[in-house]
């Protein structure tokens, strides 16, 4: 098994990508999708892990590195899980 030294974190998102990189081992060099001027993917999934793959993939493919990306949002119980996945842009500008 090849041992991982560089990684691309697949979002734009500074704290994200920060909390995530502080979870990683020092020794793997960590990127940006700023790095390599890749925009973000259109989040066409129907659930945050097909999202989360989307932009994996994405990320992956265009810097040629392994990939490690997320979705999130607000799922509130009371609106029945919404706004979910379009949680962003939920409640507008």
Excluded at 19 to 36: H, M, N, V
Excluded at 47 to 59: I, M, T, V, Y
């Amino acid at each position: 098994m090849n041992k991982i030294t560089e990684i691309i974190i697949g979002t734009y998102n500074q704290g994200k990508y920060k909390e995530i990189c502080d979870l990683l081992p020092k020794g793997i060099k960590k990127y940006s999708p700023k790095d390599f001027k890749i925009l973000t993917p259109e989040e066409s999934g129907k659930s945050f892990l097909e999202n989360s793959r989307l932009k994996a993939s994405c990320f992956s493919k265009k810097a040629n590195l392994l990939s490690l990306s997320d979705d999130s949002g607000l799922e509130i119980d009371l609106l029945n899980g919404l706004p979910g996945i379009y949680s962003s842009r939920w409640a507008g500008h």
